[in-house]
């Protein structure tokens, strides 16, 4: 089927490997690469094709998602001397599911452009768990016509897709939803480990929150305090999910943002500090939700 020529998809690592196996899973043939060859072994056993850079990606494919941990990596794996745009053919759909500022989203779009290939960017929330059952939610930056061939392949890894405009309007989108989730993180934190410490039984307090006012997602589907939910970071020593690493980075880009447009964000920019400050005490590779732990070691507990 001419709709199932092959995807490229690069970037394969908590988050790619299984957006990647769910394009397999759909009937597109893959065509991979990874900075971290390790990485690819997974997709290999699948019958995915591997090859050694973005530029033999962009040989071989003209629909070529993107999932990179960072604005620098962006810039590289597109503009770089093995990068996409060395080897991409007119007419090819770039999209890009990483999480950076929006500025660099819009500059890849006239890199691209320059080529005759089209950027959209398509940032994703819902973690490694939406990603494995193909329930990701994807905010979609770039010119409404591509929109459509962009969704088919986003709508295999996803239960959602969402245009949100010109390019960058997808990232304008994922870093508003990051920041709203750092904030929640901590407030349910701090909350929970109040409750404690007043002598409530956490199970209970999370039930309480949970049908009241104070419900939000940290609490009911994410909760931070070990033991009161299972399938959850924080019920395995808060690894796997979302690194704290990531959530500092991602509050990095809404500060960014928020000084360029002059924007006021106090909460956000406390919340920044919190994570940086938790980076820097071991807890870099940990799950976000560590900021509950974070809290109790800062009282001594």
């Given at each position: 089927?001419?709709?199932k020529?092959?995807?490229?998809?690069?970037?394969?690592?908590?988050m790619?490997?299984?957006?990647?196996?769910n394009?397999?899973k759909n009937?597109?043939?893959?065509i991979a690469t990874?900075v971290?060859?390790?990485?690819?072994?997974?997709?290999?056993?699948?019958n995915?094709?591997?090859?050694?850079?973005?530029?033999?990606?962009?040989?071989?494919?003209?629909?070529?998602?993107?999932?990179?941990?960072?604005?620098?990596?962006v810039?590289k794996?597109?503009?770089?001397?093995?990068?996409i745009?060395k080897?991409?053919?007119?007419?090819?759909?770039l999209?890009d599911?990483?999480?950076?500022?929006p500025?660099v989203s819009?500059q890849?779009?006239?890199a691209?452009?320059k080529m005759g290939a089209?950027?959209m960017?398509a940032?994703?929330?819902g973690?490694?768990?939406?990603?494995?059952l193909?329930?990701?939610?994807f905010?979609?930056g770039g010119?409404e016509?591509?929109y459509n061939?962009a969704?088919?392949?986003?709508?295999?890894m996803?239960?959602?897709?969402?245009?949100?405009g010109?390019?960058g309007?997808?990232?304008?989108?994922?870093?508003?939803n990051?920041?709203?989730?750092?904030i929640?993180?901590?407030g349910?934190?701090e909350?929970?480990n109040l409750?404690?410490r007043?002598?409530l039984?956490p199970?209970?307090?999370?039930?309480?929150l949970n049908?009241?006012?104070?419900r939000?997602?940290?609490?009911?589907t994410?909760?931070?305090v070990?033991?009161?939910m299972?399938?959850?970071p924080?019920a395995?020593?808060?690894q796997?999910?979302?690194?704290?690493?990531?959530?500092?980075?991602?509050?990095?880009?809404?500060?960014?943002?928020?000084?360029d447009?002059?924007?006021?964000i106090?909460l956000?920019s406390?919340?920044?500090?919190?994570?940086r400050?938790?980076c820097s005490?071991?807890?870099?590779?940990k799950?976000f939700?560590?900021?509950?732990?974070?809290?109790?070691?800062?009282?001594?507990?």
């Amino acid at each position: 089927m001419a709709s199932k020529t092959p995807v490229g998809f690069i970037g394969l690592g908590n988050m790619g490997t299984p957006m990647a196996k769910n394009l397999l899973k759909n009937g597109y043939p893959v065509i991979a690469t990874d900075v971290f060859p390790e990485s690819c072994k997974e997709l290999q056993d699948l019958n995915a094709l591997v090859v050694d850079s973005p530029a033999e990606v962009a040989k071989k494919a003209d629909r070529i998602i993107t999932m990179l941990p960072s604005s620098p990596d962006v810039l590289k794996v597109y503009t770089g001397p093995n990068g996409i745009l060395k080897n991409v053919k007119k007419g090819t759909l770039l999209i890009d599911s990483s999480t950076i500022d929006p500025a660099v989203s819009r500059q890849m779009a006239v890199a691209a452009e320059k080529m005759g290939a089209v950027f959209m960017d398509a940032p994703v929330t819902g973690g490694v768990g939406a990603a494995s059952l193909a329930r990701l939610t994807f905010m979609v930056g770039g010119l409404e016509e591509e929109y459509n061939a962009a969704q088919e392949l986003l709508t295999c890894m996803g239960a959602n897709v969402v245009y949100c405009g010109q390019v960058g309007t997808g990232q304008a989108a994922k870093i508003c939803n990051n920041m709203l989730l750092a904030i929640g993180m901590i407030g349910t934190a701090e909350t929970m480990n109040l409750g404690i410490r007043l002598g409530l039984d956490p199970k209970l307090l999370a039930k309480i929150l949970n049908m009241s006012s104070g419900r939000c997602w940290s609490s009911d589907t994410y909760n931070p305090v070990p033991g009161v939910m299972e399938g959850v970071p924080s019920a395995n020593n808060y690894q796997g999910g979302f690194g704290t690493t990531l959530m500092a980075k991602d509050l990095g880009l809404a500060q960014n943002t928020a000084t360029d447009t002059k924007t006021s964000i106090p909460l956000s920019s406390l919340a920044h500090q919190i994570y940086r400050v938790m980076c820097s005490r071991g807890y870099a590779n940990k799950d976000f939700s560590s900021v509950f732990q974070f809290l109790r070691e800062e009282e001594g507990q």
